[in-house]
């Protein structure tokens, strides 16, 4: 997936903001985060992210992933 289509972009962007949590695979990684911004990093978008259990933080390119769904 290199580039995000208007819909998933609308759908992260209402997950950032309500704080929903997004189900992402990349490379054949499933990994359910909630997502808390936007950003480019390194001239990449990327979803900066947290574990909801742990809280541990994630930074994710969105041109290495897979797919991406918002869990509603």
Do not use: C, S, W
Not at 9 to 16: G, M, P, Q, T
Not at 34 to 49: C, F, H, K, S, T
């Amino acid at each position: 997936m290199a580039e995000l289509n208007h819909r998933q972009y609308e759908l992260l962007e209402r997950a950032v903001v309500n704080g929903q949590r997004i189900v992402v695979y990349r490379r054949g990684t499933e990994y359910i985060v909630v997502p808390d911004r936007l950003v480019v990093r390194e001239r990449r978008e990327a979803i900066e992210a947290r574990n909801p259990t742990t809280g541990d933080r994630l930074t994710l390119f969105v041109d290495e992933l897979d797919a991406i769904e918002v869990v509603r």
